[in-house]
């Protein structure tokens, strides 16, 4: 079963079987989840084990389910139950293998949830929702209620438990428990980042607490957390590994220094907010010379006598960019153009336009930033569909959560 992709996830020599729909349909799904991953990420062969028999287990029982369905063509509805399937046995095999009590079945209803509630409006705002779940906590005395089914009723249960400022707490049964405020993660000396459109409160909860989280974003995707890390993220109806070793592969590009941190989780919130960006670290500043404009240049801005500044030139010494953190390098990388920083996240420029033969469109944006990384160590350009690509030395070296058209 799977031959030809647990040769290429194993080692082994492929078996030349007639094709099968189903496991077609499957090896494409797997293909899916490892394909955000970093080539060369430590962490790429556990996943593929995990992933390995979540697929051998969800054939198993598809077939057994559809009647021994096999030869018959996988429609487009049945692929996506297929990868969200696939996605259950995976979390499932993954929290037994870390020692976790989360049920396939919780887990599933979970994520049935999550996409029911995707892409809804309530009381004229988008719909996100944040769950943790987790055994730490022993049978209390509170009455038992069932997550999700007896909160579908509530309709105004996702918005108390946004994700955002608050995320409701389930134990491994599936009985929630209690709420979990923003505040009360502060308070315990657990700081939260403030990109929670990303749903970093989820992945603080799952640092402190334990257990696997999930977030519902207002664009639709669905984000699970183990560790205080995301682990997948569903975009498009597809399910993709979100890439850890991104920056350290990074940081690898760029030969080390603060940059690396800052400029990733700078480019996954934007992706987030599904704001177009360019990102990109220079090791020596002198490199932009000819590149960026100095109106633009923003560690320039000392060198300019006061008649002869350019209005760019005296914005930049308006800017609070000394300790440059992700919220002030997110605000800077909204405008139009590129915002460069050297590895130690010093920032040197910010709407800098790039000269390029590309239009101005998201062409443009594909341009300059392949322009941009001949100069620079690494460019992270942000698309506005969400997807991330990295590129080094004019070529495309990675990319991750980018869009992907639905069945």
Do not use: C, N
């Amino acid at each position: 079963m799977l031959d030809s992709e647990l040769a290429l996830l194993g080692g082994t020599d492929p078996v030349l079987l007639p094709p099968d729909p189903l496991e077609e349909a499957l090896a494409d799904a797997i293909s899916e989840i490892v394909g955000g991953m970093v080539p060369g990420g430590p962490r790429l062969r556990d996943l593929h084990g995990v992933v390995t028999g979540a697929a051998i287990g969800t054939a198993t029982r598809f077939r057994g389910e559809g009647g021994g369905i096999g030869s018959v063509p996988v429609s487009p509805s049945m692929r996506r139950v297929l990868r969200d399937s696939l996605v259950v046995e995976v979390l499932a095999r993954y929290q037994t293998m870390r020692g976790s009590a989360a049920t396939g079945d919780l887990i599933g209803e979970t994520i049935e949830y999550l996409i029911e509630l995707s892409g809804t409006r309530l009381e004229s705002r988008e719909v996100t929702h944040g769950v943790l779940i987790t055994d730490l906590f022993a049978d209390g005395s509170r009455p038992r209620f069932d997550y999700p089914a007896d909160l579908r009723p509530a309709k105004r249960a996702p918005l108390l438990f946004d994700g955002r400022r608050s995320l409701l707490v389930v134990d491994a049964q599936g009985h929630p428990r209690f709420e979990l405020p923003r505040r009360r993660l502060e308070l315990a000396g657990r700081g939260v980042p403030g990109h929670l459109e990303s749903g970093s409160l989820v992945a603080a909860a799952t640092a402190r607490l334990g257990g696997l989280g999930f977030f519902l974003g207002a664009d639709r995707t669905i984000w699970t957390f183990v560790d205080g890390e995301p682990l997948l993220v569903r975009h498009s109806e597809r399910w993709t590994a979100f890439p850890l070793e991104l920056t350290a592969f990074v940081a690898e590009l760029i030969g080390g220094g603060r940059a690396a941190g800052i400029v990733v989780r700078t480019a996954f919130a934007l992706a987030a907010q599904r704001q177009g960006a360019i990102l990109a670290v220079v090791d020596d500043p002198k490199a932009l010379d000819g590149v960026v404009p100095d109106k633009d240049r923003y560690d320039l801005r000392h060198g300019v006598g006061r008649r002869a500044m350019r209005p760019e030139t005296r914005l930049h010494h308006l800017i609070d960019a000394d300790d440059l953190d992700e919220d002030t390098l997110a605000r800077l990388a909204g405008l139009d153009g590129a915002t460069i920083v050297d590895r130690d996240a010093e920032l040197l420029a910010y709407g800098a336009v790039v000269s390029s033969s590309g239009a101005r469109s998201e062409g443009a944006r594909t341009a300059a930033a392949a322009t941009l990384s001949h100069t620079a160590d690494a460019v992270l350009m942000v698309s506005q569909d969400g997807g991330i690509t990295v590129l080094h030395a004019g070529s495309v070296v990675a990319t991750v959560l980018g869009r992907r058209a639905p069945d």
